[in-house]
């Protein structure tokens, strides 16, 4: 956490440092490689790409040549229900996935403070980090990020890349923190990622910040009731798939967000 505490989250900035994106000198070499795609003319985008296949970047890199990015809807979210938020785009990294990343993991945080502490400092470019979505204790959940780009928040540049931060109101040392309303929208939040990307609902997919190879940090902490939570996500997602069945099948269930 940058300005909370040891054990605080608020995002971990793994694209940022030693194993980041474009701030070390590693980065550096990527960043560049990235302005001549754009900037360049003919000879310099070929330089360009000759250069990130010799690096095996190519299939990460290829769809920010023109006319391959994916057309977005500003203000657009990947969550029915969700209240977008945008976080500063220096605390995530425009990506095209599952098509250049695959998605197969969802990363628990807890924010160590208030719903309106995780939107401000995500927005603030200063922070360097970000989670796609930050879950109020009444359930309510904001997106700050699209699940299509990569944010800043696992502390590790290969988990930011394959997966979707949830970040959630509150303090790693008070149970009274996770509400019956949080573990029911952060379930049903999560069951709709694994469905949407095809992943099973199980603690190798859904893990805790703490469990990240590499970070520092402790949460969501001694109190997330882990059994609880996977057993909520895995009713929530078969929910969702029996509502498929129906639908392919012509008949009708009950929508779930």
């Not at 608020?10 to 754009?38: C, E, F, N, Q, T």
């Not at 970047?57 to 969700?82: I, M, Q, T």
């Not at 609902?201 to 590499?214: L, T």
Request: overall charge neutral.
């Amino acid at each position: 956490m940058r300005g909370v505490g040891n054990n605080g989250d608020i995002g971990g900035s793994g694209d940022a440092g030693s194993s980041g994106d474009g701030k070390d000198s590693g980065g550096s070499a990527r960043v560049s490689r990235r302005r001549v795609l754009w900037v360049g003319g003919v000879g310099a985008v070929t330089a360009g790409v000759a250069a990130l296949g010799a690096t095996g970047e190519l299939s990460h890199w290829w769809w920010r040549l023109p006319g391959n990015d994916r057309p977005r809807k500003p203000g657009a979210v990947d969550y029915r229900g969700a209240q977008w938020v945008a976080a500063s785009p220096e605390n995530y990294r425009r990506a095209d996935r599952p098509a250049d990343y695959e998605i197969d993991r969802v990363v628990v945080h807890v924010v160590q403070g208030s719903f309106a502490t995780a939107l401000r400092v995500f927005q603030d470019p200063g922070h360097e980090a970000a989670a796609h979505y930050v879950i109020r204790k009444d359930g309510q959940v904001a997106q700050l990020v699209r699940e299509l780009d990569v944010a800043f928040h696992a502390g590790n540049r290969g988990y930011n890349e394959r997966s979707v931060g949830i970040e959630h109101e509150g303090f790693v040392d008070r149970p009274e923190s996770f509400t019956d309303a949080m573990y029911a929208s952060s379930a049903r939040l999560t069951a709709r990622i694994c469905h949407r990307y095809g992943f099973p609902a199980d603690r190798e997919h859904i893990v805790g910040h703490v469990e990240v190879p590499g970070t520092d940090h402790t949460d969501p902490g001694p109190h997330w009731d882990w059994d609880r939570y996977i057993g909520l996500v895995r009713a929530a997602l078969a929910r969702l798939v029996a509502d498929e069945q129906a639908r392919r099948g012509g008949g009708r269930s009950a929508g779930t967000r």
